[in-house]
Protein backbone atom coordinates (compact mmCIF):
# COMPACT_ATOMS: atom_id res chain seq x y z
CA UNK A 1 0.00 0.00 0.00
CA UNK A 2 1.15 3.47 0.40
CA UNK A 3 3.68 5.38 2.96
CA UNK A 4 0.96 7.18 4.32
CA UNK A 5 2.20 8.58 7.46
CA UNK A 6 -0.35 10.63 10.30
CA UNK A 7 0.90 14.04 10.11
CA UNK A 8 -0.26 15.69 13.82
CA UNK A 9 -1.55 19.02 11.42
CA UNK A 10 -3.95 16.77 9.98
CA UNK A 11 -4.56 13.67 11.60
CA UNK A 12 -7.85 12.73 13.64
CA UNK A 13 -9.49 15.74 12.27
CA UNK A 14 -12.78 15.82 9.65
CA UNK A 15 -13.11 17.18 5.83
CA UNK A 16 -16.00 17.98 3.89
CA UNK A 17 -15.78 16.07 0.62
CA UNK A 18 -17.39 18.77 -2.31
CA UNK A 19 -18.37 16.25 -4.68
CA UNK A 20 -22.23 14.87 -5.39
CA UNK A 21 -20.28 12.02 -7.70
CA UNK A 22 -19.51 9.57 -5.82
CA UNK A 23 -16.18 9.70 -5.45
CA UNK A 24 -16.07 9.52 -1.75
CA UNK A 25 -15.85 5.56 -2.80
CA UNK A 26 -11.98 6.44 -3.86
CA UNK A 27 -11.04 9.10 -2.16
CA UNK A 28 -12.18 8.44 1.82
CA UNK A 29 -10.26 5.42 2.09
CA UNK A 30 -7.04 6.75 1.27
CA UNK A 31 -7.25 10.02 3.42
CA UNK A 32 -8.24 7.06 6.52
CA UNK A 33 -4.71 6.39 6.20
CA UNK A 34 -3.55 9.66 6.90
CA UNK A 35 -6.32 9.16 10.02
CA UNK A 36 -8.39 12.00 8.06
CA UNK A 37 -12.71 11.10 8.02
CA UNK A 38 -14.41 12.12 5.51
CA UNK A 39 -18.09 13.58 5.14
CA UNK A 40 -20.56 14.55 2.71
CA UNK A 41 -22.25 17.97 2.85
CA UNK A 42 -25.63 15.70 2.84
CA UNK A 43 -23.94 13.83 5.81
CA UNK A 44 -24.19 17.30 7.49
CA UNK A 45 -27.76 18.29 5.98
CA UNK A 46 -26.39 20.90 3.92
CA UNK A 47 -27.18 21.27 0.12
CA UNK A 48 -24.38 21.28 -2.14
CA UNK A 49 -24.49 21.56 -6.01
CA UNK A 50 -21.26 20.85 -7.46
CA UNK A 51 -22.70 21.70 -10.91
CA UNK A 52 -22.71 25.27 -9.96
CA UNK A 53 -19.41 25.20 -10.61
CA UNK A 54 -19.73 23.54 -14.29
CA UNK A 55 -20.42 20.47 -15.91
CA UNK A 56 -18.92 18.27 -18.14
CA UNK A 57 -21.95 18.31 -20.20
CA UNK A 58 -21.33 22.22 -21.09
CA UNK A 59 -25.31 23.17 -19.37
CA UNK A 60 -23.31 24.85 -17.16
CA UNK A 61 -20.08 26.62 -18.40
CA UNK A 62 -16.94 26.06 -15.74
CA UNK A 63 -16.04 28.68 -13.61
CA UNK A 64 -12.43 29.67 -14.13
CA UNK A 65 -9.61 26.74 -15.44
CA UNK A 66 -9.31 23.35 -13.60
CA UNK A 67 -7.71 24.51 -10.99
CA UNK A 68 -10.10 27.86 -9.96
CA UNK A 69 -12.93 25.64 -10.28
CA UNK A 70 -11.60 23.08 -7.91
CA UNK A 71 -10.10 25.99 -5.04
CA UNK A 72 -14.04 27.47 -5.72
CA UNK A 73 -15.53 24.38 -4.80
CA UNK A 74 -13.48 23.61 -1.65
CA UNK A 75 -13.58 27.11 -0.30
CA UNK A 76 -17.41 27.12 -0.59
CA UNK A 77 -17.69 23.82 0.86
CA UNK A 78 -15.41 25.12 3.75
CA UNK A 79 -17.22 28.16 4.09
CA UNK A 80 -20.32 26.46 4.27
CA UNK A 81 -19.11 23.84 7.18
CA UNK A 82 -15.87 25.51 8.77
CA UNK A 83 -14.31 22.36 8.20
CA UNK A 84 -11.24 21.52 5.66
CA UNK A 85 -12.52 20.40 2.57
CA UNK A 86 -11.75 18.44 -0.18
CA UNK A 87 -12.39 19.22 -4.36
CA UNK A 88 -11.81 16.87 -7.18
CA UNK A 89 -11.66 18.44 -10.91
CA UNK A 90 -11.29 16.50 -13.90
CA UNK A 91 -10.50 17.95 -17.47
CA UNK A 92 -10.38 16.05 -21.08
CA UNK A 93 -8.57 17.18 -23.72
CA UNK A 94 -5.35 16.48 -25.85
CA UNK A 95 -2.01 14.98 -23.76
CA UNK A 96 0.16 17.89 -23.23
CA UNK A 97 3.64 16.27 -24.63
CA UNK A 98 1.37 13.59 -27.49
CA UNK A 99 -1.36 15.34 -28.75
CA UNK A 100 -3.00 13.03 -30.83
CA UNK A 101 -3.62 10.59 -27.65
CA UNK A 102 -6.62 11.88 -25.25
CA UNK A 103 -6.34 12.05 -22.13
CA UNK A 104 -7.79 12.86 -18.52
CA UNK A 105 -5.94 15.36 -16.10
CA UNK A 106 -7.13 15.17 -12.32
CA UNK A 107 -7.13 17.26 -10.02
CA UNK A 108 -7.28 16.83 -6.20
CA UNK A 109 -7.22 19.73 -3.70
CA UNK A 110 -7.14 19.92 0.31
CA UNK A 111 -7.97 23.07 1.99
CA UNK A 112 -7.15 23.32 5.58
CA UNK A 113 -8.38 26.99 7.31
CA UNK A 114 -6.89 26.38 10.45
CA UNK A 115 -3.34 25.62 9.32
CA UNK A 116 -3.68 27.38 5.82
CA UNK A 117 -2.48 25.01 3.89
CA UNK A 118 -3.46 23.97 0.29
CA UNK A 119 -2.28 20.70 -1.25
CA UNK A 120 -2.42 19.47 -4.53
CA UNK A 121 -2.72 16.05 -5.74
CA UNK A 122 -2.32 14.93 -10.10
CA UNK A 123 -2.93 12.58 -11.96
CA UNK A 124 -2.58 12.35 -15.92
CA UNK A 125 -3.75 9.35 -17.45
CA UNK A 126 -4.16 8.37 -21.55
CA UNK A 127 -6.70 5.47 -19.79
CA UNK A 128 -9.64 7.34 -20.86
CA UNK A 129 -12.98 6.35 -23.22
CA UNK A 130 -13.72 10.47 -23.77
CA UNK A 131 -14.80 10.90 -27.44
CA UNK A 132 -18.25 11.27 -28.79
CA UNK A 133 -19.76 10.46 -32.34
CA UNK A 134 -22.82 11.15 -34.40
CA UNK A 135 -24.81 8.30 -35.39
CA UNK A 136 -27.04 7.73 -38.31
CA UNK A 137 -28.71 4.28 -36.51
CA UNK A 138 -29.01 2.07 -34.08
CA UNK A 139 -26.71 0.15 -34.85
CA UNK A 140 -24.05 3.08 -34.93
CA UNK A 141 -25.17 3.80 -31.43
CA UNK A 142 -24.54 0.15 -30.53
CA UNK A 143 -21.24 0.38 -32.10
CA UNK A 144 -19.96 3.56 -30.24
CA UNK A 145 -21.67 2.20 -27.35
CA UNK A 146 -19.94 -0.70 -27.12
CA UNK A 147 -16.86 1.29 -28.39
CA UNK A 148 -16.71 3.28 -25.30
CA UNK A 149 -16.86 0.33 -22.40
CA UNK A 150 -21.20 0.76 -21.86
CA UNK A 151 -23.08 0.16 -19.98
CA UNK A 152 -20.50 0.52 -17.22
CA UNK A 153 -19.54 3.39 -18.56
CA UNK A 154 -22.95 5.88 -18.91
CA UNK A 155 -23.72 8.00 -21.96
CA UNK A 156 -25.13 11.43 -22.73
CA UNK A 157 -27.40 11.74 -26.12
CA UNK A 158 -27.46 15.11 -27.60
CA UNK A 159 -30.57 16.47 -29.18
CA UNK A 160 -32.31 19.88 -30.28
CA UNK A 161 -33.01 20.88 -27.69
CA UNK A 162 -32.16 18.06 -25.32
CA UNK A 163 -29.83 16.71 -23.24
CA UNK A 164 -30.23 13.25 -21.58
CA UNK A 165 -27.95 12.27 -18.83
CA UNK A 166 -27.09 9.31 -17.32
CA UNK A 167 -27.68 6.37 -19.89
CA UNK A 168 -26.92 3.40 -18.16
CA UNK A 169 -28.99 0.49 -20.05
CA UNK A 170 -29.46 -0.51 -23.42
CA UNK A 171 -33.31 -0.39 -23.67
CA UNK A 172 -33.04 3.51 -22.45
CA UNK A 173 -30.22 4.04 -25.11
CA UNK A 174 -32.09 2.44 -28.12
CA UNK A 175 -35.60 4.54 -27.04
CA UNK A 176 -33.62 7.36 -26.60
CA UNK A 177 -32.20 6.92 -29.97
CA UNK A 178 -34.79 5.76 -31.84
CA UNK A 179 -37.33 8.87 -30.69
CA UNK A 180 -34.53 11.39 -31.93
CA UNK A 181 -33.67 9.39 -34.91
CA UNK A 182 -37.02 9.26 -36.14
CA UNK A 183 -37.24 13.40 -35.50
CA UNK A 184 -34.25 14.34 -37.10
CA UNK A 185 -32.46 11.52 -38.52
CA UNK A 186 -28.93 11.87 -36.41
CA UNK A 187 -28.24 12.47 -33.00
CA UNK A 188 -24.67 12.54 -30.85
CA UNK A 189 -23.54 10.51 -28.15
CA UNK A 190 -21.32 11.29 -25.80
CA UNK A 191 -19.24 9.66 -22.86
CA UNK A 192 -21.36 10.90 -19.33
CA UNK A 193 -18.06 11.92 -18.01
CA UNK A 194 -19.39 12.40 -14.18
CA UNK A 195 -17.47 9.54 -11.71
CA UNK A 196 -19.99 7.53 -10.80
CA UNK A 197 -20.41 6.94 -14.59
CA UNK A 198 -17.41 6.49 -15.85
CA UNK A 199 -15.38 3.72 -14.08
CA UNK A 200 -11.64 4.71 -15.61
CA UNK A 201 -12.49 8.42 -14.51
CA UNK A 202 -12.87 7.07 -11.00
CA UNK A 203 -9.75 5.47 -11.02
CA UNK A 204 -7.91 8.81 -12.33
CA UNK A 205 -8.96 10.11 -9.47
CA UNK A 206 -8.22 7.47 -7.09
CA UNK A 207 -4.75 7.59 -8.64
CA UNK A 208 -4.70 11.83 -8.07
CA UNK A 209 -5.77 11.32 -4.24
CA UNK A 210 -2.69 8.98 -3.97
CA UNK A 211 -0.65 11.22 -5.41
CA UNK A 212 -2.29 14.30 -2.70
CA UNK A 213 -1.59 11.93 0.01
CA UNK A 214 1.93 11.51 -1.13
CA UNK A 215 2.10 15.43 -1.10
CA UNK A 216 0.90 15.63 1.87
CA UNK A 217 3.40 13.51 3.57
CA UNK A 218 6.11 14.72 1.89
CA UNK A 219 7.05 17.46 5.16
CA UNK A 220 9.00 20.32 5.62
CA UNK A 221 13.11 19.21 6.84
CA UNK A 222 12.69 22.39 8.53
CA UNK A 223 9.89 22.50 10.71
CA UNK A 224 8.34 18.81 9.88
CA UNK A 225 4.71 20.45 8.17
CA UNK A 226 2.78 18.39 5.82
CA UNK A 227 2.44 19.44 1.84
CA UNK A 228 6.78 20.25 1.25
CA UNK A 229 6.23 20.58 -2.35
CA UNK A 230 7.59 22.24 -6.06
CA UNK A 231 6.95 25.29 -6.15
CA UNK A 232 8.62 26.63 -9.23
CA UNK A 233 10.82 24.79 -11.86
CA UNK A 234 13.69 26.34 -12.72
CA UNK A 235 15.21 25.56 -16.60
CA UNK A 236 18.29 25.72 -18.14
CA UNK A 237 18.87 21.66 -17.95
CA UNK A 238 22.10 21.95 -20.47
CA UNK A 239 21.72 20.15 -23.84
CA UNK A 240 23.77 16.57 -24.40
CA UNK A 241 25.53 18.18 -27.44
CA UNK A 242 26.25 21.36 -26.86
CA UNK A 243 25.96 21.89 -23.25
CA UNK A 244 23.95 25.71 -23.70
CA UNK A 245 21.10 25.54 -21.24
CA UNK A 246 17.58 25.07 -22.60
CA UNK A 247 14.17 25.35 -21.46
CA UNK A 248 13.60 22.05 -19.68
CA UNK A 249 14.16 21.82 -15.81
CA UNK A 250 17.72 22.08 -14.11
CA UNK A 251 16.04 21.80 -10.73
CA UNK A 252 13.19 22.10 -8.62
CA UNK A 253 12.24 24.31 -6.09
CA UNK A 254 10.76 23.13 -3.01
CA UNK A 255 8.86 25.43 -0.62
CA UNK A 256 7.00 24.91 2.70
CA UNK A 257 3.82 26.93 2.80
CA UNK A 258 4.28 27.21 6.76
CA UNK A 259 8.05 28.28 7.18
CA UNK A 260 8.77 29.56 3.94
CA UNK A 261 11.96 26.98 4.23
CA UNK A 262 13.00 26.41 -0.09
CA UNK A 263 14.76 23.55 -1.02
CA UNK A 264 16.65 23.08 -5.32
CA UNK A 265 16.09 19.88 -6.38
CA UNK A 266 18.52 18.86 -9.53
CA UNK A 267 15.97 17.42 -11.80
CA UNK A 268 16.30 13.72 -12.68
CA UNK A 269 17.78 13.89 -16.38
CA UNK A 270 21.60 15.51 -15.70
CA UNK A 271 21.18 16.31 -19.64
CA UNK A 272 18.57 17.13 -22.33
CA UNK A 273 17.58 15.43 -25.70
CA UNK A 274 19.21 18.17 -28.68
CA UNK A 275 15.71 17.99 -29.95
CA UNK A 276 15.04 20.39 -27.27
CA UNK A 277 18.05 23.03 -27.70
CA UNK A 278 17.54 26.22 -29.61
CA UNK A 279 21.10 25.62 -31.21
CA UNK A 280 21.22 22.04 -32.45
CA UNK A 281 17.68 21.97 -33.21
CA UNK A 282 16.06 25.01 -34.48
ZN1 LIG B 1 8.59 24.43 7.07
ZN1 LIG C 1 22.62 21.85 -28.17
Request: charged share 15%; proline share 6%; glycine share 6%.
Amino acid sequence: MSDAIWVPQLANRTAVLATMHGKEQVIAPLLAELGISVLLPSDLNIEFNTDQFGTFSREIKRAGNQQEAARMKAARAMQLTGLMAIASEGAFGPHPALPYLPCDRELVLLLDPENQLEIWGEALSTKTNFSQAEVRSQSEAEQFAQKIGFPQHGLILRAENQLIKGIVTAAELASAVEHHLVSSGSVMLETDMRAQYNPQRMQVIQQATQNLVQKICQTCPNCGWPGFDILERQPGLPCAWCHQPTELTLANIYACQHCGHRQAKAAEASHADPVHCAFCNP
